[in-house]
């Protein structure tokens, strides 16, 4: 059975900061309102770069994520895409287009 590789964080602070942001954006009281920012942008929620670029997870995100590492940035594009589909089915199925893959 595969298990994934476990890396220490190199740049904790930063990566918490963002782990913190991704958790709040899909809290259950904000899952909603996150989910109609990434449709108003017209993106998909796995573009996870488009949406930092986009300010989604703040407007420092973006430069908080070119601070991580190349390993920091992976565990956290994993972090955060798990976390998408940890979103209820009944919200995942109401932002349909954004989680379709066409």
């Not at 904790?12 to 904000?30: K, S, V, Y």
């Not at 929620?45 to 670029?53: G, N, S």
Request: no cysteine; charged share 30%.
């Amino acid at each position: 059975m595969f298990e994934q590789a476990r890396f220490p964080v190199e740049k904790t602070g930063e990566f918490g900061q963002l782990a913190q942001r991704i958790d709040a954006a899909m809290a259950p009281n904000r899952a909603d309102l996150f989910l109609a920012s990434v449709l108003h942008n017209k993106l998909k929620v796995r573009q996870f770069e488009q949406i930092l670029a986009k300010g989604l997870l703040g407007p420092d995100a973006v430069e908080l994520y070119r601070q991580l590492t190349v390993g920091d940035q992976s565990l956290l594009r994993e972090k955060y895409l798990a976390r998408i589909e940890k979103i209820p089915a009944e919200l995942r199925e109401r932002f349909l287009k954004v989680y379709a893959y066409y």
